[in-house]
């Protein structure tokens, strides 16, 4: 292989390898870990610091199903859970990238592993379709609040 071809592969792997990690431990919320290094904190842990905000209609129910169904992996807030599931107050949760759809489909369908290596997402059993339009509601007003719109 050409050594100049060789050079431009390497440096877009490390380039596209530090961005998948910048962006995890990135995200517009505060990086827990001043080590930025998800992998050195506890399991469970929040990978995010969320700045809460004050909810109201469907939003505050969403809370309450958010707490329910999906803050064991997720955590509270949506800040996510070392070892157990992807901080959705991120840049890769925005509605530009995973639209409002893209929460019910993952809910009532389960996903398959894409930004994070958390593994596979199974569906979530017990929701209403009105429940995910309120954790949408409130994904999305926590979501403001902290910078991602």
Partial sequence: MNKQILGAVV???V??????????????PTPIDGANRPSSLPQGAALVEVTPTTLSGDA???????????????GKNGAGRNGMGPPL??????????????????????????HWSF???PPVAGLTRSDIANIVAYIRAVQRANGID
């Fill in 11 to 13: 440096l877009a792997a």
């Fill in 15 to 28: 380039i596209g390898g530090g961005f998948a990690v910048y962006s995890l431990r990135l995200g517009t």
């Fill in 60 to 74: 505050i129910m969403g809370e309450t199903a958010f707490n329910a169904k999906c803050a064991a992996c997720h």
């Fill in 89 to 114: 107050i991120h840049r890769f949760y925005e509605p530009g990238h995973h639209g409002d759809q893209a929460f019910f489909l993952a809910a009532q369908n389960g996903v398959r592993s894409h």
């Fill in 119 to 121: 593994g596979d997402m």
